[in-house]
């Protein structure tokens, strides 16, 4: 074994405290939530249906892009549209509230 990469410091924390992923599961629900993909899926969709084309992408990383879009959608005659970005709207609406994962505040 070469031993100057078995004592190399690494510039990130490797200490594991679990082989087990579900054991730090209970770390990550109160720092994070996920953005249900499928939903944000259909809403984008939905939306292209209207002629407004928005991007997933965008909607996971720009929180303002996101809820003028969720806006958008409700100015539209669309009742599963409206549903749909309801539904949305939680994950998005309280800036105090743990990010969605990929979502940046």
């Not at 679990?18 to 939903?39: F, N, Q, V």
Request: glycine share 4%; aromatic share 8%; hydrophobic share 45%.
């Amino acid at each position: 074994m070469n031993n100057a990469v078995a004592s190399a410091q690494l510039p990130w924390d490797v200490s594991i405290t679990s082989l087990d992923a579900s054991d730090e599961w209970d770390e990550l629900t109160g720092s994070m939530r996920y953005c249900p993909t499928r939903l944000l899926a259909a809403f984008t969709l939905l939306m292209s249906g209207h002629g407004r084309c928005v991007s997933a992408d965008m909607m996971l990383g720009d929180r303002e892009y996101a809820m003028w879009q969720l806006a958008r959608a409700h100015t539209l005659q669309d009742r599963e549209l409206r549903e749909v970005a309801a539904k949305l709207f939680a994950y998005f609406d309280d800036e105090r509230a743990p990010v969605p994962a990929g979502l940046h505040a």
